[in-house]
């Protein structure tokens, strides 16, 4: 099923999972139900010699399918693909347990992101406000991750 389909149908507790190669890097995707809504993590490793090898994002507790949709469209503006290749994007539903999810948000936070607010306090990835700035003259080393 594609990213799209898995969202609609991911149920609380549940993990959709998606990877994604470009010519310059893979990009894995990872949503997690829970709760009080949805959390975002994104991994990307380079393939080449870039200056930033791994650029993650971790973005806990969108409320809403619409809100994560919208930040998923937002991904184009830091990673090389589109939104509709990425809502297109197969994917797999799985079980996930909640102390591995923190755990893989620890290791994508290790490898390649800072946020201003610990992981105890649920950092949101402000990617919503990609649209409003103006990202065109950022270069990679200048996208950082923004924390509410």
Do not use: C
């Amino acid at each position: 099923m594609t990213l799209l389909e898995g969202v609609g149908k991911l149920e609380m507790g549940g993990l959709l999972v998606g990877s994604y190669q470009t010519a310059s890097e893979l990009l894995q995707v990872w949503i997690y139900r829970q709760e009080r809504g949805f959390d975002l993590l994104v991994g990307s490793t380079s393939s080449g010699n870039h200056p930033r090898p791994h650029r993650n994002i971790v973005s806990h507790g969108f409320e809403s399918v619409a809100e994560l949709l919208e930040a998923l469209a937002s991904l184009d503006q830091i990673y090389k693909v589109s939104a509709q290749e990425l809502l297109d994007l197969p994917t797999t539903l799985q079980k996930a347990i909640p102390a591995q999810m923190d755990m893989l948000a620890r290791q994508l936070q290790y490898a390649g992101i800072q946020t201003k607010d610990s992981l105890e306090l649920a950092p949101k990835v402000d990617l919503l406000e990609f649209e409003h700035n103006d990202t065109a003259a950022l270069e990679d080393d200048d996208i950082q991750v923004l924390a509410d």
